[in-house]
């Protein structure tokens, strides 16, 4: 029985494209130049950032961001708001709650893109990032926190994310469900990942998941 459903971020909730465009913009080539590196070094199995050295060798996130902050203190730069929630997002979320499932949002995220998901006002029962909790996706750490804030057994925990590696086998590893979401760069592409088998279910949207939990009440 699913009790609790806790959601990802990146490409989870938020649509990332408005993100890696400015950063196209930052490094100064054309949007689909960049989005084509981070393709290739995906399937390289590469970091993101290794996409972003191969416009700019000496590259480094937090430099660059620190810079970035620097010369545009008021502009949206790697961040998000309201505009780039999938639409999917406030439906699913408050048919969950409907439910009478407890409805978290716990991904790898630095602290302002907490206080931005606060911000939206969604129908959620609490929303967690990363940096606050000072450990992050795949330590089992961070899915024991996940049981703490849902107040839930494990096997009552369905967790939802775009990524084998840091969300489907982590989450199962933890004794929770899990649910894999194919959509952004890395989701289609984990959709064929050996381990993608694990999931208790795979996703095309998130209005897949309220029929697919309402099975499990």
Known sequence: ????????????????????????????????TLFGLIGAALERGDSLTSAFRQVKPDFDLAAESANWRRDEPGSMRE???????????RPALAALRDMELRV??????????????RGMGLPTDGIHV?????????????????????????????????R???????AKEAG????????????YRHATHPGADRADVVL???????PWCAGRG
């Not at 961040?79 to 997002?89: E, R, T």
């Not at 978290?104 to 998901?117: D, E, K, R, W, Y």
Request: avoid cysteine; aromatic fraction near 8%.
């Open 104 to 117: 978290v949002i716990a991904g790898n995220q630095p602290t302002q893109a907490g206080a931005a998901l």
């Open 204 to 210: 095309d949207d998130l209005s897949q998941l309220v």
């Open 130 to 162: 990363s940096e606050d909790w000072g450990v992050a996706k795949p330590d089992p750490a961070f899915f024991a926190r996940v049981q703490e804030e849902t107040g839930t057994r494990p096997d009552e925990i369905l967790y939802v994310g775009d």
């Open 79 to 89: 961040n998000f708001d309201a505009g780039d929630l999938y639409p999917d997002v």
């Open 1 to 32: 029985m699913i009790r609790s459903v806790v959601f990802d971020v990146g490409e989870t909730l938020i649509d990332e494209t408005r993100i890696f465009a400015r950063w196209a913009d930052r490094l100064g080539v054309p949007h689909l």
């Open 164 to 170: 084998v590696d840091n969300d489907v086998l982590p």
């Open 176 to 187: 929770m469900a899990a649910a894999l979401l194919r959509r952004g760069m890395l989701g």
